[in-house]
């Protein structure tokens, strides 16, 4: 089991998610799945700007993330699965049962969003989205920074 | 009078943004130092969404000739004044600030943006150093 974190993040790689998660997992692949930035060359160079010294940072779409996830979980190295939204999480989760457990670490305000924890604002379509992910077998909770409590989805959604 | 304004409204103005509330610290200090916050101006990304933070840069910089000074390298900070700024010759970008680099920063305002920059990383990389006593 390499995948050691899924994680939903509109920030995507970010302090809380480098100095953070990134450390106290001791990962080393960060693997970024998003179908728009694997499409966009300079936001790829953005986000590398974040990636600490030895750890390897790798863009895919949805569907190459599908394709490869498999091969990643079997490897030695700790990843991290970084997604920026709810129906990325969900694409990605109705392609694969590898994933036993996502995290939800910080959506922000906006886009008909209400709040449900501090860090988290969801629309009621993205409240629905999650609860499907979880009826599929998937654990979902919330937690933004790794000293804190998870909070499972009944709690929030 | 009208001539001194001018002068004024051409120097540089700088935006420090941070995670919580350490960007307007960082003002607050300058201003107990030098007993002038030189301009400075304060964004925090607490809160704030991706395009939030990117709003609240834009707002903060304007229009005109600046500094902007964020926190660290690979933030979310860095992030949207990077997307925000990336078309501008006019704003400077300085990852890693510190009180040093603001406190030249804030008496060199004449410079051009990447002049002004280069002298503050200088006094930033000048300033941090193991002290014996």
Request: charged share 20%.
């Amino acid at each position: 089991m390499s995948i050691v974190l899924t994680r939903i993040d509109d920030r995507l790689i970010h302090g809380q998610v480098v100095v953070g998660w990134v450390q106290a997992l001791n990962a080393k692949r960060i693997v970024l799945i998003d179908d728009e930035v694997r499409g966009n060359k300079w936001e790829q160079d953005l986000y590398a700007l974040g990636v600490p010294g030895g750890v390897e940072v790798v863009f895919m779409s949805v569907s190459e993330a599908i394709e490869a996830v498999t091969e990643m979980n079997g490897d030695a190295i700790r990843t991290v699965f970084l997604i920026a939204n709810v129906e990325t999480a969900r694409r990605l989760c109705d392609g694969t049962d590898i994933i036993t457990h996502v995290n939800v670490g910080g959506l922000h305000d906006g886009n008909g969003r209400s709040e449900r924890l501090s860090y988290v604002y969801l629309s009621d379509d993205e409240a629905a989205l999650l609860l499907q992910i979880r009826d599929g077998g998937v654990e979902v909770t919330a937690q933004d920074v790794p000293t804190a409590k998870a909070v499972a989805l009944e709690h929030w959604a | 009078m009208s001539t001194s304004l001018r002068i004024l409204s051409d120097m540089l103005k700088g935006v420090i943004v941070s995670h919580a509330t350490l960007a307007g610290a960082l003002v607050a200090a300058v201003k107990e130092i030098t007993g002038d916050d030189g301009e400075l101006a304060a964004v925090s990304n607490t809160g704030e969404s991706p395009e939030g933070l990117c709003a609240a840069v834009r707002a903060a910089v304007g229009s005109e000739p600046a500094v902007v000074f964020v926190d660290m390298p690979g933030s979310s900070c860095l992030h949207a004044t990077l997307r925000e700024f990336r078309a501008r010759d006019d704003v400077a970008i300085v990852a890693g600030v510190n009180l040093a680099m603001l406190l030249d920063f804030v008496f060199h305002r004449e410079l051009t943006p990447e002049e002004a920059a280069a002298r503050a990383i200088s006094a930033a990389e000048r300033s941090i150093r193991t002290v014996h006593v």
